[in-house]
């Protein structure tokens, strides 16, 4: 029979054992915390698979709104894509290739399509723009705040140039109320989809973390129940 120090052991690594358990999904959900949320309701696609209602985003994921519409909310920014929109998100960079979207942000959330970047010109200011890339014409049109339009050479060595030196003709300003259009003279915006199949429907999958959660919590059991020292040193017998 186990002596009373054994049962008091054993019931002290099981109260650990359940402490454990309960707070391993705030920890893992605090180490993989979602950057934003897709919302949609119609045929959208994240990482090539059909997205639900809401669904958590992460940077390098890929939006194809085809038929339908979404929105991507994000802590002082939100966009909605219309259909026929595919895009790349990258945190505080929304990466367009092509479609159309319309943006409200205070944190300076930016769109880039190919080697054109639109950015609020106050980013702690709330600001309201569109973006469109269709047919290869950019048109961005400024309804709250004013936006800038940056854009830069495909060309590596003109690129770096026109960072150490920036002239007048590769920004203008969009100012409240205004609309403007440019060519779009380099490639489209370069997101990267191969990599990406299937990523997003594994990662939000509930049996993915509950599974994830349920084999370390059992683990981190196992091993405090086979021991037979005492989480602390207080085992006369050690002594």
């Known amino acids: 029979m186990r002596s009373a120090l054994g049962i008091r052991l054993l019931t002290r690594r099981v109260r650990a054992c359940l402490l454990t358990i309960t707070t391993l999904p705030v920890s893992l959900l605090a180490q993989d915390s979602a950057a ?3 919302r949609s309701n119609g045929s959208v696609l994240l990482n090539k698979n059909t997205a639900p209602a809401a669904s958590a985003l992460y940077s390098d994921d890929l939006i194809e709104t085809q038929k339908a519409v979404a929105r991507i909310e994000t802590i002082g920014s939100t966009a909605d894509l219309n259909p026929d929109t595919m895009l790349q998100f990258e945190g505080y960079e929304l990466v367009l290739d092509h479609g159309s979207l319309a943006v409200n942000t205070s944190r300076g959330l930016r769109v880039r399509i190919g080697c054109v970047t639109v950015t609020p010109v106050n980013a702690a200011e709330w600001t309201h723009y569109e973006v469109s890339d269709v047919d ?39 100012h409240e109320g205004e609309q403007k259009s440019r060519d779009e003279k380099c490639a489209a ?3 990267n989809d191969d990599r990406l199949a299937g990523r997003g429907a594994i990662m939000n999958s509930p049996w993915a973390k509950g599974a994830a959660t349920a084999g370390i919590g059992g683990l981190v059991c196992w091993a405090l129940c086979q021991s037979d020292n005492p989480l602390s ?4 017998s050690k002594h």
Do not use: F, H, W
């Open 189 to 191: 915006a370069d997101v």
């Open 36 to 38: 934003a949320i897709l």
């Open 136 to 174: 290869g014409k950019i048109t961005v049109s400024a309804s709250k705040s004013d936006v800038y339009i940056n854009s830069r050479s495909s060309d590596q060595e003109q690129a770096t140039a026109q960072t150490k030196k920036r002239t007048r003709s590769d920004r203008v300003i969009v």
């Open 233 to 236: 040193p207080s085992d006369p």
